[in-house]
């Protein structure tokens, strides 16, 4: 089942967007997308530093 999320404190480093949203639950999670086509990287970490290592770290594997 999906979730619609609203992202605040959204950042771009790169072709990756980290965001901060609540889950179903109301616990705070930190995520990052890829926005480049055809990549689709997505993840969910607990803390925005581990999102933005993600992001920072991030490589598309189609080029």
Avoid: W
Avoid at 38 to 48: I, K, L, N, P
Avoid at 54 to 62: G, I, K, L, Y
């Amino acid at each position: 089942m999906t979730t619609n999320r609203r992202f605040r404190n959204v950042t771009r480093t790169g072709p990756i967007q980290v965001g901060t949203a609540y889950d179903d639950r109301g616990r705070e999670k930190h995520t990052a997308a890829c926005t480049a086509p055809r990549c689709g990287f997505s993840a969910d970490y607990d803390s925005r530093a581990a999102a933005e290592l993600a992001a920072r770290t991030h490589r598309c594997p189609v080029r």
